[in-house]
């Protein structure tokens, strides 16, 4: 106990008093320490720690990583904000080292939208037991060595000059160190562009500001109208019934794992039944939720990726809506990311069934939930929605009911680090069997609206997922450098016989069609197709099933 109180009273003692500059100096050295292993592990991948060039190439390095940072903390903190916007910054990092460390996460400018725009149920499940170790140690305790500093305030004139003067030191140092070891950085940063945005905490930092700046230029901005000049075809005044549609968006989904395309489980035994038409080979338009959707939904596409230009657009459903069509979005997870903007949307995501609701989340059959009374209360066509909360992880052993707990052992923690690659991939294959149910209880309930409506259903995941390999896990890997378990989807479609007849669709001939590489970009101007809308908009040669129908 005398040892113990000795220490106390020396903590409280101790209140050394330091100047703004080396507060910023030893947190950017902290971080460049003990918040950017990832970092490390990239930037020294395949050099030997015994030759003399690694540690040059390391030390010129750190001197940059650290001047870098030091700069930023410059340009942020001043004798008020010091402290307190200091401590944000400890904290933020400190669980951004973590999720960096744990799931191999890039934070980039579209990761960094999609963690801005994760709902507290979302955010809930990231949390765990696990990570207290390392807050602990990366927040924790720097927060109480923070709180015992003293600021030293100068004059006014003297603060600046000193702060002016220190960061003139830092450019310089930035760039000798980068200039000592350019042969070997330029060819790294050339080769391994994403690899900026494992410096932290200047990754978030900078994509914060690219995120804030992107919405503020399309803040109180109407969004660009699209096909102005959308009607049904004359053929529509032929039909005896209108459409009903179902677009199911999934979460998560690979093909990898996907039965229909071969995966060695079955993992859709009942689409397998249903003999729906699988495409095979179709890749997604990002990694996660936020690039994605609105991505899917887009006029643009991959193909000519512009997020400015796809956010601040009308999406299809505008386009469907301005044909005659109903459009509804029914919401099991964080929302349409401005997708289902002018429509109406149901978020059932808080909803009281218990049958498919614990309090804090619904399965997804949910968006079957009143369904007929929305039928009833429709008249003309009708396109719905469902979003899927799909094989959202990491807590895959939430996303289906016990019935569905046919591959075992299973991963039931939100912390992947406690469980087995065999145990996480068994969860996932769970959630995926369930997928499944929820699809083939889509197709049986617009079975059964055949009396009134011309019926089809397709469903397309939004990105898909790693599950351990190459140590990676979750998803939102840069683009350029995403595994392909990241971007390779399923897509699969329905189409009564009565829709088929009445739209002129040989299902044949787009069974044939499937098993030849499509992506995202079809669905826009597929969805026109196979509705019959005419607009300036459709693209034929990107509709998947424009060969396969006949006038």
């Not at 100096?25 to 990239?42: D, M, Q, R, T, Y």
């Not at 690899?195 to 992107?214: D, G």
């Amino acid at each position: 106990m005398t040892i113990l109180a000795a220490a106390l009273a020396r903590w409280r003692q101790w209140r050394p008093s330091l100047r703004v500059e080396t507060l910023a100096l030893i947190a950017s050295v902290f971080f460049s320490v003990a918040c950017n292993g990832s970092f490390w592990e990239a930037s020294l991948a395949g050099r030997a720690l015994s030759q003399p060039a690694t540690w040059l190439f390391a030390a010129g390095l750190f001197t940059a990583v650290t001047s870098i940072h030091f700069i930023l903390l410059c340009l942020l903190l001043n004798r008020w904000t010091a402290k307190p916007l200091l401590g944000l910054i400890i904290v933020v990092t400190a669980f951004a080292t973590y999720y960096m460390g744990t799931f191999t996460v890039f934070l980039d400018p579209s990761m960094l939208r999609n963690v801005l725009r994760t709902d507290t149920k979302e955010a809930g499940e990231l949390l765990n037991p696990g990570m207290l170790p390392s807050l602990l140690v990366l927040a924790v305790l720097p927060l109480l060595v923070l709180w015992r500093i003293r600021l030293r305030l100068d004059s006014f004139w003297r603060a600046l000059l000193i702060r002016l003067l220190t960061v003139f030191v830092a450019v310089l140092l930035v760039a000798g160190a980068l200039l000592a070891v350019f042969q070997d950085v330029a060819p790294l940063m050339r080769n391994n562009k994403e690899i900026r945005y494992l410096i932290t905490p200047a990754n978030y930092l900078y994509s914060l500001v690219r995120v804030i700046s992107a919405d503020a230029s399309t803040a109180g901005r109407p969004r660009l109208q699209i096909g102005l000049d959308a009607t049904r075809a004359e053929s529509w005044r032929q039909r005896e019934k209108p459409a009903l549609v179902v677009i199911v968006v999934g979460e998560t989904a690979r093909t990898a794992n996907w039965g229909l395309s071969g995966y060695a489980r079955q993992t859709t035994p009942e689409l397998a039944r249903l003999g729906v038409i699988n495409f095979s080979q179709v890749t997604s338009c990002g990694t996660n939720t936020e690039v994605s959707v609105p991505c899917l939904f887009s006029v643009y596409g991959r193909r000519n990726y512009d997020e400015g230009k796809i956010r601040g657009s009308e999406s299809l459903l505008n386009v469907l809506a301005r044909a005659d069509f109903r459009v509804i979005w029914r919401d099991n997870q964080s929302g349409c990311k401005g997708v289902c903007e002018g429509v109406e949307e149901d978020k059932l995501g808080n909803s009281k069934v218990p049958e498919w609701c614990d309090g804090d989340r619904c399965l997804d059959e949910i968006l079957l939930h009143g369904l007929d009374q929305v039928l009833a209360d429709s008249k003309g066509s009708l396109v719905l929605v469902l979003h899927q909360l799909g094989n959202h992880g990491p807590a895959y052993f939430k996303r289906y009911p016990p019935a569905f707990r046919k591959y075992e052992p299973t991963c039931d923690s939100a912390d992947l680090a406690k469980c087995s690659q065999e145990a996480i991939v068994n969860t996932y294959d769970n959630a995926l069997l369930y997928t499944d149910h929820m699809l083939a209880q889509t197709i049986a309930f617009l079975t059964k609206q055949d009396r009134k409506y011309h019926t089809a259903m397709i469903y397309l995941s939004d990105h898909g997922e790693s599950l351990g390999e190459n140590g990676l896990y979750l998803h939102g890997v840069p683009y350029s450098i995403a595994p392909k378990v990241q971007t390779e989807v399923p897509m699969v479609m329905w189409f009564s016989p009565g829709f088929a007849k009445s739209f002129s669709l040989d299902t044949d001939c787009l069974r044939q069609r499937s098993s030849l590489p499509a992506s995202h970009d079809n669905l826009f101007h597929s969805v026109l197709g196979l509705l019959d809308v005419r607009t300036s908009v459709y693209d034929s040669e990107m509709d998947l099933s424009a060969t396969c129908r006949h006038q």
